[in-house]
């Protein structure tokens, strides 16, 4: 079975420093990745996703990650973070075998402050 | 953004009441779920939708029901609601092809007393 793990529920950096975002997936499978954002009192957005090709995968607003096999990771960054970067994140992982259903990790909440 | 609509988007109701949400789309899109996020825990899936009539339990089905008579619109039925149902429920859409993202609605914040 596939499932997610996000380390970390809540991570709080400096306004300008780098964030990291930790995902691990279980797959057995190719596995189709994603991260979404959600906003206080908002539906998740789309930063990224991972299906094939390339592993470094870029995202909206400065966010990217890269997919590593080896570790079974995909982990989220951005070089310098920002106050409008304070939301909660989810990492999710395609289920295999149909419907296109997803399986989400708990969350990290990230805190940015100056 | 995708068309994608949730109502109500508030609600509280007492326990052993029904309670019934709706999700509609104008996006024609085949795939229909219910997630439910409470703190710690995700989002996870109640129930899901691969077409008219055609629907399935999720891994948090029990005390839940769906129904979905027209491609555009997935109800989501607490036949009697509790107060382990109070939560934030999540109606989400997606294509057919397996690298296809998952849009979302922005959510009902349903408080069961």
């Known amino acids: 079975a596939q499932s997610v793990t996000q380390l970390g529920s809540h991570v709080s950096v400096s306004e300008g420093a780098l964030v990291l975002l930790r995902c691990n997936y279980s797959?057995?499978?190719?596995?189709?990745l994603f991260w979404y954002v959600q906003y206080p009192n908002q539906g998740l957005q789309l930063l990224l996703k991972?299906?094939?090709?390339?592993?470094l995968v870029k995202g909206i607003n400065g966010f990217e990650a890269e997919f590593k096999k080896s570790e079974t990771s995909f982990h989220l960054t951005k070089p310098s973070a920002h106050m409008s970067d304070a939301a909660e994140y989810f990492c999710?992982?395609?289920?295999?075998?149909?419907?296109?259903?997803?399986?989400f990790g708990a969350g990290t909440r990230l805190a940015v402050h100056p | 953004d995708a068309g994608i609509t949730q109502s109500p988007r508030h609600k509280v109701t007492e326990t052993g009441t029904p309670v019934t949400l709706r999700c509609h789309q104008t996006?024609?899109?085949?795939?229909m779920y219910w997630y439910r996020q409470d703190p710690g825990h995700g989002l996870r899936l109640i129930h899901y939708?691969?077409?008219?009539?055609?629907?399935d339990k999720g891994e948090v089905s029990d005390g839940y029901s769906v129904s979905r008579s027209k491609t555009e619109d997935f109800l989501l039925t607490l036949e009697s609601a509790t107060s382990s149902q109070t939560s934030v429920y999540f109606c989400?859409?997606?294509?057919?092809?397996?690298?296809?993202?998952?849009?979302f609605g922005q959510g009902t914040r349903l408080t069961v007393v």
């Open positions: 999710a992982v395609r289920v295999s075998g149909g419907y296109n259903k997803l399986i």
């Open positions: 797959s057995s499978v190719p596995p189709y």
């Open positions: 991972y299906t094939t090709g390339a592993t």
């Open positions: 996006e024609n899109h085949r795939y």
């Open positions: 939708s691969y077409g008219v009539k055609d629907t």
């Open positions: 989400a859409i997606t294509g057919q092809g397996v690298n296809t993202e998952a849009f």
